[in-house]
């Protein structure tokens, strides 16, 4: 029981943690990435659908201020344009023929600190994953305990473990928080 809850708490703990390094992407440092757009819900073909922009195109940096999107179906070009203008994210959006040409503007200091609070939340949002994976996982434990299924040793021993495993996502968040914050205020 004592490596199935260790190697369960890790895996949970994990997809906490991708989901906010997922999380961390959409925070525009002023360098092209194509999770900037990839995520953005475009109205298409008339309005009978809502995809997102990756499941309508193909992305690709051209060069550190531009995104190249361009659509499978060139039918659906003006869709996307519409969609990523509509988006609010302050993006140039130009269309060359059958591409859109994105072009990210350069960040204030402003914006650039405004963006690095942003991201001292996201990771504390992330740590409150994992704390509450902790704690799932610590009443899983003190159930088995309160059945008789582990001796009290056995449950403390696990909650050190499960403590450890908590402190190594907590540092990996941030450690994470800490590069994006680094590549913000990289001007």
Same mark, same amino acid.
């Given at each position: 029981?004592?490596?199935?809850?260790?190697?369960?708490?890790?895996?949970?703990?994990?997809?906490? =943690? *991708?989901?906010?390094?997922?999380? =961390?992407?959409?925070?525009?440092?002023?360098? !092209?990435?194509?999770? %900037?757009?990839?995520? #953005?819900?475009?109205?298409?073909?008339?309005?009978?659908?809502?995809?997102?922009?990756?499941? %309508? !195109?193909?992305?690709?940096?051209? $060069?550190?201020?531009?995104?190249?999107?361009?659509? +499978? $179906?060139? *039918?659906?070009?003006?869709?996307?344009?519409?969609?990523? *203008? $509509?988006?609010?994210?302050?993006?140039?959006? !130009?269309?060359?023929?059958?591409? #859109?040409?994105?072009?990210?503007?350069?960040?204030?200091?402003?914006?650039?600190?405004? =963006?690095?609070?942003?991201?001292?939340?996201?990771?504390?949002?992330?740590?409150?994953? /994992?704390?509450?994976?902790?704690?799932? +996982?610590?009443?899983?434990?003190?159930?088995?305990?309160? $059945?008789?299924?582990?001796?009290?040793?056995?449950?403390?021993?696990?909650?050190?473990?499960?403590?450890?495993?908590?402190?190594?996502? #907590?540092?990996? /968040?941030?450690? !994470?928080?800490?590069?994006?914050?680094?590549?913000?205020?990289?001007?």
């Amino acid at each position: 029981m004592d490596a199935q809850i260790q190697q369960q708490t890790r895996n949970k703990m994990d997809k906490a =943690f *991708s989901v906010l390094r997922e999380d =961390f992407g959409t925070v525009k440092t002023g360098k !092209a990435n194509p999770q %900037l757009v990839e995520n #953005i819900v475009i109205s298409a073909y008339n309005g009978t659908a809502r995809l997102k922009v990756l499941e %309508l !195109a193909t992305i690709h940096v051209q $060069d550190h201020q531009t995104i190249v999107i361009t659509p +499978f $179906d060139s *039918s659906v070009l003006r869709d996307l344009e519409k969609g990523i *203008s $509509d988006s609010q994210m302050g993006l140039g959006i !130009a269309v060359d023929g059958t591409n #859109i040409r994105v072009s990210i503007p350069p960040l204030t200091q402003e914006r650039r600190e405004e =963006f690095v609070k942003l991201i001292h939340k996201k990771a504390e949002n992330g740590k409150i994953m /994992i704390r509450q994976v902790r704690q799932e +996982f610590n009443e899983e434990v003190g159930k088995a305990k309160k $059945d008789g299924e582990i001796s009290e040793d056995d449950e403390k021993r696990m909650e050190k473990e499960i403590q450890k495993i908590t402190d190594e996502f #907590i540092a990996k /968040i941030d450690e !994470a928080s800490k590069a994006k914050e680094q590549e913000l205020m990289t001007v």
